[in-house]
């Protein structure tokens, strides 16, 4: 399907991710329709709207974990490709009574880099390692994870992303209930990979402060209301468009 | 000491008592492995249902003079087949969509065979509740046979099978063939309860599936772990009731699920008087 003369270089400067028209059905359902959209390097993305607005279901839509009933999603021109993309699933996605260390799940974003038959070298174990570090959870890694907070396993879920070598990172709610101190080290890691020049993504579930944060806001419910930067999107009359009546209120406050 | 050595080691003079012995260890090995997997996925009852349904495949097998093992391997990956189309494409659940599709298996197995038995002597017992006393040569080498394909299979996608089973919407997002790999579990899972039958029986077969491999799992944190104290748990069992079977003349099935079945009770009241959780 994908035939090519000459080799891709290694990362495809500043290539958007771009979305036409994608709709995505569970069922009678329709859960997304007609959303375009382009989401650019280098800035951190925040997909967000009010619950059942299908913002995860966007991500995954995206990333091609769930079938798209129409559209399509380009990556410099091209089909989205497996080892392009690390993502970070929902916490209630992962069963954290599964019987792995914090080590056995870093090392599980050098799986699709090392290739079959192979076992992880000591490049991959490198780079698991500083990953680890660089989310500040170096010394937990004989820790079973279900032994960690919400926010420390998040943290090594994203160092899981970070070992996978992407260029794209898709987080779906990452800030879900976690502490204060690994936000703060979320963040100064996507701000990382995003002045990197890499596409991040990330869920988010609420209207609270962190916003400030993300460069870009995707406004979602079950269509596209409105893309653009935090000042632009938090207008009233634009969230009113997401949210209803209801929100006006609780943003005065 | 003396007597309980000449106990373990006299019957062994038997050929028939190897065979049962290589059997026994392969089994103990190959289900803890495999079962590791089902038990972190929560597809327990998938692999009960794949189990009851070889039965029809024996017998179909039998009937036309074909290999008992490959018959009932046929109908285990079948049963799988259609437990999985059922799922996609009604909105019925799993668990009923497994029950379903089992028990019409598992009926159609009973009435052949009951039909069979009209008119040659098979032991219907023997299908349903194992005897690894009455394993032959080939059986062996099918068994070991098996056990030595699916092991190094998992060895060469330990890896990719334990992210899958830890994280399948991260593999997939990663670019690994999750459902691939779902399918490729489901063929070692049935060429595993196919090995595993003639010492166990179809109806049991599930406890060593799940049992030892659950047994490691309240006790060491990481996956390759359970499996390789699950493999211990495992063997020590078939073993054991494999000189249940000798000595007493039970069935060596549920000699093999009791142990098992024991090992797991001590583990849990030992954790549970450590106060763990």
Same mark, same amino acid.
């Given at each position: 399907m994908k035939k090519q003369s000459a080799p891709l270089p290694l990362r495809p400067a500043g290539g958007s991710l771009v979305v036409r028209d994608l709709t995505v059905r569970y069922g009678s359902l329709q859960v997304l329709q007609g959303i375009q959209a382009e989401i650019a390097p280098g800035r951190i993305t925040g997909i967000l709207g009010p619950n059942g607005a299908g913002k995860s279901t966007f991500l995954k839509g995206l990333l091609g974990l769930v079938p798209l009933e129409r559209g399509e999603v380009r990556y410099g021109g091209q089909a989205l490709r497996g080892e392009q993309v690390a993502y970070v699933p929902q916490r209630s996605a992962i069963d954290w009574t599964f019987p792995a260390t914090v080590w056995d799940v870093v090392l599980m974003g050098q799986v699709k880099p090392t290739g079959w038959f192979r076992r992880i070298g000591k490049e991959g174990r490198r780079r698991a390692a500083q990953a680890l570090e660089r989310v500040g959870m170096g010394s937990y890694r004989d820790r079973p994870i279900g032994r960690l907070s919400g926010g420390q396993q998040q943290r090594v879920f994203l160092a899981r992303a970070l070992a996978q070598e992407a260029e794209i990172y898709a987080l779906d709610e990452p800030f879900a209930g976690i502490d204060q101190p690994s936000e703060a080290i979320l963040f100064q890691v996507m701000r990382e990979l995003a002045d990197a020049g890499h596409i991040v993504m990330v869920v988010h579930h609420d209207l609270g402060q962190a916003l400030a944060r993300f460069d870009e806001v995707l406004l979602l419910n079950r269509v596209l209301i409105a893309q653009g930067s935090p000042q632009q999107v938090l207008q009233p009359q634009v969230l009113r468009q997401a949210y209803g009546q209801a929100i006006s209120l609780s943003l005065a406050a | 000491m003396e007597r309980l050595w000449h106990g373990l080691v006299d019957p062994l003079s038997f050929a028939f008592m190897q065979r049962a012995l290589l059997v026994a260890v392969a089994v103990g090995i190959l289900c803890a492995v495999v079962g590791s997997y089902l038990l972190v996925q929560s597809l327990a009852l998938l692999g009960d249902a794949?189990?009851?349904?070889?039965?029809?495949?024996?017998?179909?097998?039998?009937?036309?003079?074909? *290999?008992?093992?490959?018959?009932?391997?046929?109908?285990?990956?079948?049963?799988?087949?259609?437990?999985?189309?059922?799922?996609?494409?009604?909105?019925?659940?799993? +668990?009923?969509?497994?029950?379903?599709?089992?028990?019409?298996?598992?009926?159609? /197995?009973?009435?052949?065979?009951?039909?069979?038995?009209?008119?040659?002597?098979?032991?219907?017992?023997?299908?349903?509740? /194992? *005897?690894?006393?009455?394993? *032959?040569?080939?059986?062996?080498?099918?068994?070991?046979?098996?056990?030595?394909?699916?092991?190094?299979?998992?060895?060469?996608?330990?890896?990719?099978?334990?992210?899958?089973?830890? +994280?399948?919407?991260?593999?997939?997002?990663?670019?690994?063939?999750?459902?691939?790999?779902?399918? /490729?579990?489901?063929?070692?899972?049935?060429?595993?309860?196919?090995?595993?039958?003639?010492?166990?029986?179809?109806?049991?077969?599930?406890?060593?599936?799940?049992?030892?491999?659950?047994?490691?799992?309240?006790?060491?944190?990481?996956?390759?772990?359970?499996?390789?104290? /699950?493999?211990?748990f495992g063997v020590s069992a078939s073993l054991l009731g494999m000189y249940a079977s000798y000595y007493l003349n039970v069935a060596s099935g549920p000699a093999i699920v009791l142990v098992a079945s024991a090992w797991f009770g001590l583990a849990f009241l030992g954790r549970s008087l450590l106060g763990k959780r």
């Amino acid at each position: 399907m994908k035939k090519q003369s000459a080799p891709l270089p290694l990362r495809p400067a500043g290539g958007s991710l771009v979305v036409r028209d994608l709709t995505v059905r569970y069922g009678s359902l329709q859960v997304l329709q007609g959303i375009q959209a382009e989401i650019a390097p280098g800035r951190i993305t925040g997909i967000l709207g009010p619950n059942g607005a299908g913002k995860s279901t966007f991500l995954k839509g995206l990333l091609g974990l769930v079938p798209l009933e129409r559209g399509e999603v380009r990556y410099g021109g091209q089909a989205l490709r497996g080892e392009q993309v690390a993502y970070v699933p929902q916490r209630s996605a992962i069963d954290w009574t599964f019987p792995a260390t914090v080590w056995d799940v870093v090392l599980m974003g050098q799986v699709k880099p090392t290739g079959w038959f192979r076992r992880i070298g000591k490049e991959g174990r490198r780079r698991a390692a500083q990953a680890l570090e660089r989310v500040g959870m170096g010394s937990y890694r004989d820790r079973p994870i279900g032994r960690l907070s919400g926010g420390q396993q998040q943290r090594v879920f994203l160092a899981r992303a970070l070992a996978q070598e992407a260029e794209i990172y898709a987080l779906d709610e990452p800030f879900a209930g976690i502490d204060q101190p690994s936000e703060a080290i979320l963040f100064q890691v996507m701000r990382e990979l995003a002045d990197a020049g890499h596409i991040v993504m990330v869920v988010h579930h609420d209207l609270g402060q962190a916003l400030a944060r993300f460069d870009e806001v995707l406004l979602l419910n079950r269509v596209l209301i409105a893309q653009g930067s935090p000042q632009q999107v938090l207008q009233p009359q634009v969230l009113r468009q997401a949210y209803g009546q209801a929100i006006s209120l609780s943003l005065a406050a | 000491m003396e007597r309980l050595w000449h106990g373990l080691v006299d019957p062994l003079s038997f050929a028939f008592m190897q065979r049962a012995l290589l059997v026994a260890v392969a089994v103990g090995i190959l289900c803890a492995v495999v079962g590791s997997y089902l038990l972190v996925q929560s597809l327990a009852l998938l692999g009960d249902a794949i189990s009851h349904s070889l039965l029809p495949g024996l017998a179909i097998a039998y009937m036309l003079g074909l *290999n008992l093992f490959v018959g009932a391997f046929v109908a285990g990956l079948l049963s799988a087949l259609l437990i999985q189309w059922i799922r996609s494409a009604s909105p019925l659940k799993p +668990d009923a969509a497994m029950g379903i599709v089992f028990s019409a298996f598992f009926a159609l /197995g009973i009435l052949l065979i009951t039909w069979i038995q009209r008119r040659a002597r098979i032991d219907l017992n023997h299908f349903l509740f /194992g *005897n690894i006393l009455g394993v *032959n040569a080939v059986d062996v080498l099918t068994v070991v046979g098996i056990t030595l394909l699916v092991l190094g299979l998992v060895a060469l996608f330990f890896k990719e099978l334990t992210f899958c089973s830890f +994280d399948p919407l991260g593999a997939k997002a990663a670019g690994l063939p999750t459902e691939r790999l779902g399918w /490729g579990l489901m063929v070692l899972t049935s060429l595993t309860l196919v090995a595993s039958m003639k010492a166990v029986g179809v109806l049991l077969v599930l406890a060593m599936l799940i049992t030892p491999a659950a047994t490691a799992y309240l006790l060491v944190p990481q996956l390759h772990q359970v499996m390789l104290l /699950g493999s211990l748990f495992g063997v020590s069992a078939s073993l054991l009731g494999m000189y249940a079977s000798y000595y007493l003349n039970v069935a060596s099935g549920p000699a093999i699920v009791l142990v098992a079945s024991a090992w797991f009770g001590l583990a849990f009241l030992g954790r549970s008087l450590l106060g763990k959780r």
